[in-house]
């Protein structure tokens, strides 16, 4: 497993448990945590094998691969980000138009209320002004 006081002095709060589980060489904790992070992180390394698999190969690895594998998960990142943000604003869309039907279908019976009323007024009046003018 990887060094805990290691994983707890360069991770952030939220993935040191899951870096936990892992063997993660200390150099690479140290020198490129960001890496690290991204594959902690990545979406697309969807079991703990693989993530596993990433962390060994990463001694093997050149510069050019490393940066490449970098390059790649900051891609998955930021379209990742993007589909959610497209996601956020079309549920804001149909929650906006479903709660401006709501208010619109409150308005109209409120306005179908009021009409019953003023007819139902209207109809007491008409029927006063009748009485006085029997009684005249």
Known sequence: MANIDLIKAKLPQELRE???KFTIPDEFLTTMTDLIILVLN???MDNPEEKQSWFNLLPMMN???ID???DILTREKQKLSE???KYEQKKDELKTK???KREDMVYTKKMEE???KEAKHEEIEDQQA???LTQI
Do not use: F, P
Request: no cysteine.
């Open 83 to 85: 589909i959610e943000q």
């Open 63 to 65: 510069k050019d691969q």
């Open 18 to 20: 899951k870096a936990e």
């Open 68 to 70: 490449k594998l970098r």
């Open 114 to 116: 009021i009409k019953q």
């Open 130 to 132: 009748e009485n006085l």
């Open 42 to 44: 990545s979406k697309s």
């Open 98 to 100: 479903y709660t401006q």
